[in-house]
């Protein structure tokens, strides 16, 4: 009986990865798709996975769309290709075309149009992941300018503040702002009561309360020893190791300070008091500067005792808040890259498929909305990747048209074949190395 669970799980998992993988790739080589038919050259594949076809239909282009047996990636195979991958000309099929026929292939597309069509696929994941980041925000709002009280979270303490109370003050310092409340917050010594000066009903009142920023679960990060331990979110946090919390602000160097050695939490649930046992894990954090930062954590999140409320964000607002999520994203990944590269952080912060694969899983879990969120950020990375200059990715791709574009030639083709070659080894290689870190770091 208790293999039914793990086997109900890593069914999940899988599952939520391949429809991650699945939404992700058909993304990205729709890309492809579109943009060479824009640009004249004709698709005579699109396949959703590799190997046997179990689903094909014909559109009244010629395009057949597939989708095939081995969900774990997919193509567009344009006229004239040699292989999936676009990276010779079928000499046999290209040798019966004419001139006009030629101009529909990828090999005998002007350059400007092979370019634009290979740049494509990385552009349209960057693409969804703006549109879905947008979306999020337009939907979901963003934070009122004030510190306004909304749904107040359940506490072990009593609370007097109340729904719609309009914090003015904290511990007698002014907070016009939500800004100037956050950074009030976060300059409090842990106390067990604070004095909030409120508006209500055209009253101006000062009440108690906890601290603004409480010892309370926001959020559990994925892969932490929080959520592997079972914390939930809006879990309490009463003491670690015998000694009293009374402020998240409190955790961090309370748990960092055990070194990686087991920590005794003392958690509020809902009335309840749980006993836990925790091991920190070792993270490395990226910092504002670009550098990063290893700790000792737990995996909790922090957050204010209660909801803020929100108001409506417009489209005009919400895509540039959205491509500067992608731009932290990137930043981020190749600031990690570059530093796991000079052994400043640990090789182990690179997952492979078997880690993003467990990722999907729980962020599937959490919900539909954390799903697709999930799947914007792993887009945003799949665009990332392919643009590095790697024969046999996009990157390399066009790294091969920059050199045409100064040479006035392509690669030669036993070049071009050795370099194919290479980045298939080089590709194969990282992911060996990504699984090895999801098997044993």
Request: with cysteine; glycine share 12%; hydrophobic share 50%.
């Amino acid at each position: 009986m208790g293999l039914l669970p793990d086997f109900g799980n890593l069914l999940f998992t899988v599952g939520a990865f391949i429809v991650a993988l699945s939404i992700i790739v058909t993304v990205h080589e729709y890309g492809h798709y579109i943009v060479g038919r824009w640009s004249g050259i004709h698709a005579e594949v699109f396949s959703v996975g590799f190997g046997p076809v179990l689903f094909k239909r014909t559109d009244k282009r010629g395009t057949q769309w597939q989708i095939a047996a081995l969900p774990f990636g997919g193509y567009v195979k344009f006229l004239g290709d040699a292989n999936a991958a676009s990276a010779g000309a079928d000499e046999a099929v290209m040798s019966h075309l004419d001139a006009g026929q030629r101009r529909h292939t990828m090999h005998g597309a002007p350059l400007w149009a092979r370019a634009a069509t290979i740049f494509a696929g990385p552009a349209f994941n960057f693409l969804f992941s703006i549109a879905v980041f947008a979306g999020f925000i337009a939907v979901q709002g963003l934070p009122a300018d004030q510190p306004r009280v909304g749904q107040i979270f359940p506490l072990p303490q009593a609370v007097a503040l109340e729904e719609g109370d309009l914090i003015t003050a904290v511990d007698g310092r002014p907070t016009p702002e939500l800004s100037d409340f956050y950074t009030v917050a976060n300059e409090i010594e842990p106390v067990a009561t604070v004095p909030y000066t409120v508006e209500r009903d055209g009253a101006v009142l000062t009440v108690e309360g906890p601290h603004p920023i409480p010892a309370r679960a926001a959020g559990i990060a994925l892969a932490s020893a929080a959520r592997d331990a079972g914390m939930l979110t809006g879990d309490v946090v009463l003491s670690v190791d015998g000694a009293p919390v009374l402020a998240f602000s409190q955790l961090p160097p309370l748990v960092g300070a055990a070194g990686g050695e087991p920590v005794a939490l003392e958690i509020w649930r809902g009335g309840e008091v749980i006993d836990l046992s925790l091991t920190p894990r070792r993270t490395d954090l990226p910092l504002a500067d670009g550098g990063f930062e290893t700790r000792w954590l737990i995996g909790l999140q922090s957050g204010t005792f209660f909801e803020h409320p929100v108001r409506n964000v417009g489209l005009t607002e919400a895509l540039p808040l959205a491509v500067g999520q992608i731009g932290t994203i990137v930043s981020n990944s190749i600031s990690g890259l570059y530093h796991m590269i000079t052994g400043a952080i640990s090789t182990c912060n690179l997952s492979g498929p078997v880690g993003i694969a467990e990722t999907s899983g729980e962020m599937a879990k959490d919900g539909l909305a954390s799903f697709i969120w999930f799947i914007a950020v792993l887009s945003t990375a799949v665009g990332l990747l392919n643009l590095f200059p790697i024969p046999i990715l996009d990157g390399g791709h066009l790294v091969f048209h920059a050199y045409e574009a100064v040479r006035g030639k392509p690669p030669s083709d036993r070049v071009m074949g050795a370099l194919m070659t290479t980045g298939l080894v080089l590709l194969g290689a990282m992911m060996l190395f990504a699984l090895g870190n999801d098997l044993f770091c």
